[in-house]
């Protein structure tokens, strides 16, 4: 948007009432089938971009916000995963070694092997 000949960044934010899934999973245990039922959400939510070609590089349970489900019936919420400010995109096969160089995410999310530095195992998404 320009405006005054100055240029700004006018994000559209979806309103999450439910809060985090971090939230509701310190709130109280969730029964098993609504692990269940949201850990096939998030599946599917990362499925869908890897296919279009993108690395989240930051999913931890505060990146996941709730917003009221369609279907009451199966369950209390519908997910949707946010932050995308360390994602990456992949253009071609040899930008896997770029960005598999630098550890991306929240440090104390990341694993070991990326933590110390021994990252090698190749990312093919």
Same mark, same amino acid.
């Given at each position: !948007?320009?405006?005054?000949?100055?240029?700004?960044?006018?994000?559209?934010?979806?309103?999450?009432?439910?809060?985090?899934?971090?939230?509701?999973?310190?709130?109280?245990?969730?029964?098993?089938?609504?692990?269940?039922?949201?850990?096939? !959400?998030?599946?599917?939510?990362?499925?869908?971009?890897?296919?279009?070609?993108?690395?989240?590089?930051?999913?931890?349970?505060?990146?996941?916000?709730?917003?009221?489900?369609?279907?009451?019936?199966?369950?209390?919420?519908?997910?949707?995963?946010?932050?995308?400010?360390?994602?990456?995109?992949?253009?071609?096969?040899?930008?896997?070694?770029?960005?598999?160089?630098?550890?991306?995410?929240?440090?104390?999310?990341?694993?070991?092997?990326?933590?110390?530095?021994?990252?090698?195992?190749? !990312?093919?998404?």
């Amino acid at each position: !948007m320009v405006e005054n000949e100055c240029y700004f960044i006018n994000p559209l934010l979806e309103y999450a009432p439910y809060g985090s899934l971090d939230d509701l999973i310190h709130k109280k245990p969730l029964p098993e089938a609504d692990v269940s039922v949201y850990a096939r !959400m998030i599946v599917k939510g990362i499925s869908h971009i890897h296919r279009k070609g993108i690395v989240h590089c930051d999913l931890k349970s505060e990146n996941i916000l709730l917003f009221p489900s369609l279907d009451k019936e199966s369950v209390n919420y519908q997910l949707k995963i946010t932050d995308f400010e360390l994602s990456k995109i992949k253009k071609e096969k040899a930008d896997i070694k770029v960005w598999k160089s630098k550890p991306r995410g929240t440090p104390s999310y990341l694993s070991p092997e990326v933590f110390f530095g021994h990252n090698d195992v190749p !990312m093919d998404i």
